[in-house]
């Protein structure tokens, strides 16, 4: 299976101030004849299933504000939340669908 | 608009058999551009996705190593849902159990899920 680490654990940032969360895969998850990296993300909040947010590494979810993107290729992913709302406190996970799925451990962010 | 619903038995006992049914709307468990899956949550394992069942002309399974040979997820046409069977279950498969849809058309990844279950094994 391919793993999934993330960085950091966890994660205190301002209100207002920008969050990355990093995310990679022990194998590329690029899959070159689509050109799509097998890659998305997720946010949990506390009692509730986890919401896709991204996915192909950077197409945003209906819904989803615009100030969550998703970046990178390969093996090495990126979340960033531009400018931290309280609403956005919760664990994000990423997760790889290239081959059998797998999830990273989860990011816990916080209101520093 | 899809939902998923599920229902089940909070609590098991040990070598027995778990057993969850997820509750389609808003999109059919034979569609062609969807798989339906179940996952776990737990402290120690984390996220975990146990297997999925999907309809391509026939049906196919697919099961995660961890637990094959103790799973079996099936579809019901009929009811317009999808099951899971976890056998011989120990306390180490307490977790939350959600379903969940795979978006095969377009997104490819996990956009819709239950509501969660969480499912104690426990005499």
């Known amino acids: 299976d391919i793993v999934m680490t993330q960085s950091p654990d966890s994660l205190a940032v301002s209100l207002g101030e920008r969050a990355t969360i990093n995310c990679k895969s022990s194998?590329?998850?690029?899959?070159?004849?689509?050109?799509?990296?097998?890659l998305g993300w997720y946010q949990q909040k506390p009692g509730q299933p986890p919401k896709l947010l991204i996915y192909?590494?950077?197409i945003r979810e209906s819904g989803v504000p615009d100030r969550f993107s998703g970046s990178g290729s390969g093996s090495d992913f990126t979340l960033t939340i531009s400018s931290l709302q309280a609403e956005d406190v919760a664990i994000y996970y990423c997760?790889?669908?290239?081959?059998?799925?797998?999830f990273g451990q989860g990011t816990r962010l916080e209101i520093k | 608009q899809v939902r998923l619903q599920q229902s089940g038995p909070g609590l098991v006992k040990p070598s027995q058999t778990l057993s969850l049914t997820c509750a389609i709307s808003?999109?059919?468990?034979?569609?062609?551009?969807?798989?339906w899956n179940w996952i776990r949550q737990s402290p120690s394992r984390g996220l975990e996705w146990l297997g999925r069942?999907?309809?391509?002309?026939?049906?196919?399974?697919d099961y995660a190593v961890s637990v094959k040979g103790r799973i079996t997820i099936n579809a019901d046409t009929s009811k317009n849902q999808f099951s899971l069977q976890l056998n011989s279950v120990t306390p180490e498969d307490t977790a939350v159990y959600y379903c969940?849809?795979?978006?095969?058309?377009?997104?490819?990844?996990?956009?819709?899920w239950g509501q969660g279950t969480l499912v104690t094994v426990s005499s």
């Open positions: 069942t999907n309809y391509r002309s026939k049906w196919y399974s």
């Open positions: 192909w590494a950077s």
């Open positions: 808003g999109d059919s468990v034979s569609s062609s551009n969807a798989a």
């Open positions: 997760q790889q669908y290239y081959t059998t799925p797998t």
């Open positions: 194998q590329s998850v690029l899959y070159s004849s689509h050109n799509k990296n097998f």
């Open positions: 969940a849809r795979r978006d095969d058309l377009l997104r490819g990844s996990f956009d819709h």
